[in-house]
């Protein structure tokens, strides 16, 4: 598969004022490209979800966007606690944010389920103690 397109986005852990900052840019550099649409959304809201996950729930993390001729795809790694258990976590309304990210309006539990609404191809990996890789696909009209 030929790349087209990559970056990195370092996320770190608590940084509330930059939370979002990635994210942005990567909804302006796919709209650079010429990614609109369906496809811009989803990926605008797919990849704010995961980078405030970073922000709340790890101990620093990145996410890094490619652009291929058929697809964007977004990679979550972090260091980090893990889930304990995925299949809650996926649970729309499940949350495990602290009161910091409550207070400021963040921690509603929609996160991942937003994540995997959005993306066409979708999957997670977390180990306890080590972190979490969440990758994300979303496929481009031909």
């Known amino acids: 598969m030929e790349e087209l397109f990559r970056t990195v986005y370092p996320v770190e852990a608590a940084d509330y004022t930059s939370a979002g900052q990635a994210s942005a840019d990567i909804k302006r550099k796919l709209k650079q490209l010429g990614v609109g649409g369906d496809v811009l959304r989803r990926v605008a809201v797919a990849s704010y979800e995961v980078e405030l996950n970073l922000v709340i729930h790890s101990m620093g993390g990145e996410l890094v966007l490619t652009v291929y001729p058929e697809a964007v795809q977004l990679v979550s790694s972090d260091r980090g606690p893990g889930i304990p258990d995925l299949e809650m976590a996926m649970r729309e309304g499940y949350s495990t944010a602290n009161e910091e990210a409550r207070s400021l309006g963040f921690g509603a539990g929609m996160g991942l389920p937003n994540m995997k609404r959005n993306a066409d191809d979708f999957s ?19």
Request: avoid cysteine; proline fraction near 5%.
């Open 124 to 142: 997670i990996e977390s180990e306890l103690g080590k972190g979490t890789t969440i990758t994300m696909r979303f496929n481009l009209p031909l």
